[in-house]
C-alpha cells in the first residue's frame, strides 16, 4: 500500500492527466456531476454517485463501430491510453459484470479494446452516497474486492491507495506517494470497512425478493407496474450492468456511410418484436418482469463474480425512475404484494 | 392549469377528457395512476379506451363530437338532485339562470340520443363528480381540437364553478398543453392579438408602454391566425410567411390546400433544425438551434418557467432563435441589442406583470416559478382563482351541442379522429431522425374496430386506404376494440402517410383551431 498528502492529489492528476487520457468526476455548471476529462478547474472529489456510471468510458451512449467509404470498410478501433479516477466500489463491480458478459463466450472487440487500454482507480465509499445506496445487500460495496489498478481510500488529510495491479503500482512510482508498512494499512482499511458497512444498511427486500422470485412470478405486480412503466428505458441506461445495444447505418454521402451502435431497453416492445410483427414479450408487464428477473434471478453466474445478483445496488434506477419503480420499490412490491 | 401536477396525486377524483394521459403525459398519467390506487376516484370521458380507462371506475365512452351534450347532461343531473355549490355560486359566479335553462334540457336520456353514454352512467359521473370533497379535471387536444373547442372548454369551466371545484388545492381546470413550451410561447405573445402576459395589442394604454419600451409605434390591429393566414396566402392577400420550428405541410389540416397557399407566396422564410416537409417549400431556410443547443426557459403546463442551460454548441452556421431574429432586425433597420438570454428575460421582467419576479438569478436557485409572480419576492402561484377570478365574478358560459362540422354519411361513413403516440413526435421531424424511436414505431397505422375490419374484409396489417373529401392516404390496418366501432384512429407522424391531407380545414369560430379530431371518411382494403 501507499501513502499520499491530499495535498498532493492535484499534482498526482495532472501528471498522471500527462500520460494518459485520464477521466475524472468533474463538476459542471450549474452542478451537474459527469465523468470528463480532468480538468483542474471542474475536478471535484466531493462526486457523490454521478448520475451516470463509468459503464459510459466502455459502451458510449452511441460509437461508429465501422464506417464505409468507396466500397472497403474500416474498423473504428481505440486504442487511446486511458486512466479513470473516481470509479465507485459498486460500479467497479457492474464494470467487471458487464466485462464478462461483453466478452465471456464471443468477444467484443469495441468493449474488449477500450478495457485493455484503460486503468482503473476506484475511490471506495466511506459511506453510503444517498438512501437508495444498497451495496452492502448486493456484495458489491462499499469498498471493492477487486477489478481496479488502484483504490483510494480518504482518510481524511491522507489518501492511503490500495495495488491492485503492476500497472496500478506504476502509477505511484516517481511521485509523491510513500510507502505504508503492511499492517498500518491493513488495520486501517479494516477499520474504514467496517465504518462504512455499518452506516449503509442492509435492504431485506432485495434478499426476500431474490428468494421470492425463485418459486413463483407475481403477475399481479409485474401487471400493476407494468401500467405505470412510462417505457422511457432510463433505468437501463443509468444502469452499470446494461449493456444492451441496438445497430443502425447511417449514411454520409453517396458512397460513404458508418455502422453505429447505440444503446437499447429491453424495457422497448421492438427489442423483442420480430419480423413478422409477433411480438413474445408483448406488454410493458412483461417486459418490467423481463428486466427485473435478469438482475434479480436469471444473471450468468459467472458474469457476477462475488456480487450476490446481477444488480450491484447502486440505487440509480430509483434515482432516476420519474415513476417510482427502481429496484428497490419493485423489490418492496414484490414482497408486500400488489397494490389494492 | 388552474392548479398543479403535484395536486393529482392527492385529489379525491380526477375526471380526464380527451387526453391520453399516460401516452402524452406520461409523468401526469402516473400521478393519477398512483392516486387512483390509494383510493382516488378516476372518471375517464374518451371515444378510445386509452390505457387510463384501465383503471377508471366509469368510462363514458361517448361519440366523437359530443362533448358538449356530455357535460351539459353532467350538470343537468348536479342540479336536478340538488348537489350543486350554491355557495360558490351566490358568492363567485354570475350567469347560472342561464346555465340552468340551457342544461335543463339535457336530461340523461337525450344525452344517451346524443352521445351513446347510458343514461345512468350520466347520472352516475355527476354525482361522484359533484359528491367528491376535492375534484379536478384535466383535458388536452381531445377538448380543444373541435369546432366546437371553445364551447367544450366553457362547459369543463361552468361544471367545475357549478361544483366549486375551483380555486382549492387538488381542484380545477387543468390543461395538458402539448408541447414543452407552448404555455411559454403564448405567455411571450406568439398570439396575433396580445403581447406577452396576455396584453391586448387594442388597449391603449398597453400599447403605449411598449412603443415606450420599444421606441418604435406599433399596430393596434390584432394579426392573423395561422388558419386565416393560409387561406389569406391562398387568396394572395398574404405575400410572405416566415415559419419558425414549425411543419405546416404535416401538421395542418386540408394539407393539399396548405401547400397551394405556400406556393402563392411570394417570399417563403423557415427556421428548423432540420429540412422538413415546409423548408423544403421555403426561397430560404434558417438554421436554428437545437434544445441542447441552446440555454433559456421552458414554461410548462402548470405554469412553471424553468431554466436550461446550452450543453453543446450549435453546428456550424445553426444559431439560437433569439439570435436569428436579434440579427435579422438589425438587417431590417431596428437593432435588437440583447447579450444573452438572460438579458431579454430582464426586458420580459419589466413588460409582463405576470413574469416580473421571474429572474434568472432566483431560477438559478430553485426548481422553477409559478407565474403569477409579479415581484422578486413573490414564491409563484400554484392555484390560480383561489379568492376571487382575475375578472372579479366567475362568469357560466353555457353552450348548446352543436354536431362535428362534417358528419359521416353513406359514403363517407367512418369517423377519423387523429392523435400522437408515445415514440413519435408530431411531424416527426426530431424524432424520425432517431433510430431507436423509429424501430419502435417505424410506420403509420390506422386503428379499426375488428367488426368494422371483419365486414370490410380487412385484416391486421393489410394496406388500406383512407379517403377523405380532401384527399387519400394509405397507412397498416391495426385492428383493435379500443376504438368505437365506425370510428378510424391515426397520427399525423408520418410523412409516407400524412393523414392531415384528409382532416378538416373547419375551425373553432374563436379559437382557429382546426377540427382534428373528427371528419368524415372511408376506407377500404387495398389487395
Known sequence: MKRLSKHDLATVLTDWAEHYTLICPTRQPPGDIIFDDFNPETFTMDYGKPPLSPKTCFLPHSEVIFTVQDGSYQTASSSDKRLIFGIRACDACGLQQAQRFMTRDKNDVYYQARWDTTL??????????????????????????????????????????????SAGNNLTVGRSFSDLDQKTGRDA???????????????????????????????????????????????????????????????????????????????????????????????QALRLQR???????????????RALCGCVGCGRCSDFCPVHIGTLEVAQTIVAGATP | MTNSIVEFEDADLVLVTGSNTTAQHPLIGTRIINAHARGTKLIVVDPRIIPLAEHADL????????????????????????????????????????????????????????????????????????????????YAMGITQHTTGTDNVKVLADLAMLT???????????????????????????????????????????????????????????????????????????KAMFIMGENPMMSDPDTTHIERALANLDFLVVQDIFVTETARLADVVLPGAAFSEKTGTYTNTERRVQLAHAATAPPQDARADWEIICALSMHAGYPMVYDSPR???????????????????????????QWPCPTPEHPG???????????GLGTFLPCDFKPLAEVPDEEFDFILTTGRISYQYHTGTMTRRTNLLEREAPHAQVQIHPEDARRLSIGNCDLVEISSRRGTVRMQAEITDQVPRKVLFTTFHFHEAPVNKLTNPACDPISKIPEYKGCAVMIRRIS
Not at chain 1, 437508495?132 to 489518501?159: R, W
Not at chain 2, 404555455?183 to 400599447?207: F, H, K, T, W
Request: proline share 5%.
Open chain 1, 291 to 305: 428486466r427485473h428477473e435478469h438482475k434479480l434471478r436469471y444473471y450468468h453466474a459467472l458474469d457476477i463474480g
Open chain 1, 189 to 283: 482499511l479494516a477499520a474504514f470497512r467496517e465504518r462504512a458497512q455499518a452506516v449503509i444498511p442492509v435492504k431485506p427486500e432485495i434478499k426476500a425478493a431474490i428468494d421470492a422470485l425463485k418459486t413463483r412470478s407475481p403477475d399481479e405486480v409485474w401487471d400493476f407496474l407494468g401500467r405505470k412503466c412510462i417505457t422511457c428505458g432510463g433505468c437501463a441506461f443509468v444502469c452499470p450492468t446494461c449493456t444492451c445495444f441496438n445497430i443502425y447505418d447511417q449514411a454520409v454521402s453517396a458512397n460513404s456511410g458508418q455502422r453505429i451502435r447505440a444503446w437499447d431497453a429491453c424495457l422497448y416492445g421492438g427489442f423483442t418484436r420480430e419480423a413478422s410483427g409477433h411480438n413474445p414479450r408483448p406488454s
Open chain 2, 164 to 238: 366549486g371545484h375551483l380555486g382549492r388545492p387538488s381542484t380545477g381546470i387543468n390543461p395538458l398543453r402539448g408541447q414543452n413550451n407552448v404555455q411559454g410561447a403564448c405567455d411571450m405573445g406568439a398570439l396575433p392579438n396580445v403581447y406577452c402576459g396576455y396584453q391586448s395589442v387594442a388597449a391603449a394604454e398597453i400599447r403605449a408602454k411598449f412603443e415606450t419600451a420599444w421606441g418604435r409605434p406599433l399596430n393596434d390591429k390584432p394579426g392573423l391566425t395561422i388558419t386565416d393566414m393560409m387561406s389569406a396566402a391562398l387568396r394572395g392577400d398574404l
Open chain 2, 381 to 391: 402561484t400554484p392555484i390560480l382563482h383561489r379568492d376571487k377570478f382575475t375578472k
Open chain 2, 59 to 138: 368510462h363514458l365512452r361517448h361519440n366523437i363530437g359530443t362533448d358538449v351534450a356530455v357535460f351539459n347532461g353532467l350538470m343537468n343531473v348536479i342540479i336536478a338532485d340538488g348537489l350543486h355549490d350554491r355557495n360558490f355560486i351566490m358568492t363567485r359566479t354570475e350567469g347560472f339562470e342561464a346555465l340552468h335553462d340551457i342544461v335543463s334540457r339535457y336530461t340523461p336520456n337525450v344525452v344517451q340520443a346524443i352521445t351513446g353514454v347510458p343514461a345512468g352512467d350520466i347520472v352516475a359521473a355527476a354525482r361522484m363528480y359533484a359528491q367528491a370533497d376535492k375534484a379536478m379535471i384535466a
Open chain 2, 343 to 369: 438579458d431579454i428575460m430582464r426586458e420580459i421582467n419589466t413588460l409582463t406583470p405576470s413574469y416580473a419576479g421571474i429572474t434568472y438569478e432566483r431560477l438559478e436557485a430553485c426548481h422553477g416559478l
Open chain 1, 120 to 165: 482503473k482507480v476506484v475511490v471506495a465509499c466511506s459511506g453510503p452516497q444517498n438512501e437508495t445506496c444498497f451495496c452492502t445487500t448486493t456484495q458489491s460495496g462499499p469498498i471493492a474486492a477487486d477489478g481496479f489498478d488502484l483504490q483510494v481510500f480518504d482518510l481524511g488529510d491522507e489518501l492511503f491507495f490500495e495495488i491492485g495491479s
